[in-house]
């Protein structure tokens, strides 16, 4: 079992930036694929990103290529979404999951992934 858990949200104005942080617990001695989703009221759950914990290979949806920036830190078990440029459209409540990574498998579904975190509010005001 892994336990995730997000923090950083706030609210920002439109043009500025915020971290979110997803630290792991648990069993983290196996290599996972982290990834970012988002889910907007009366929306469904959107894939941001991933990572692969193992060789640092990220993967970024086209609605946030070039303004959001993935990293990780594996010695604290930690996974980073930088986001910059941040639109009113990105408002969202944010979701960390994480999956065991398997060779050629590259989870975008929410389907895919077995862990989730509880999520945290990001508010973009225009």
């Known amino acids: 079992q892994v336990q995730l858990a997000e923090s950083g949200g706030g609210l920002v104005q439109a043009g500025g930036s915020l971290r979110l942080s997803c630290a792991a617990s648990?069993?983290?001695?196996?290599?996972?694929?982290m990834g970012w989703f988002r889910q907007a009221p009366g929306k469904e759950r959107e894939f941001v990103g991933r990572i692969r914990m193992s060789s640092g290979t990220k993967y970024y949806a086209d609605s946030v290529k070039g303004r959001f920036t993935i990293s990780r830190d594996n010695a604290k078990n930690t996974v980073y979404l930088e986001m910059s440029s941040l639109k009113p459209e990105d408002t969202a409540v944010y979701y960390c999951?994480?999956?065991?990574?398997?060779?050629?498998?590259?989870?975008?579904?929410?389907?895919?992934?077995?862990?989730w975190g509880q999520g945290t509010q990001v508010t973009v005001s225009s």
């Open positions: 648990g069993r983290t001695d196996s290599w996972y694929v």
């Open positions: 999951a994480a999956v065991l990574a398997r060779a050629g498998v590259l989870p975008r579904s929410q389907y895919e992934y077995d862990y």
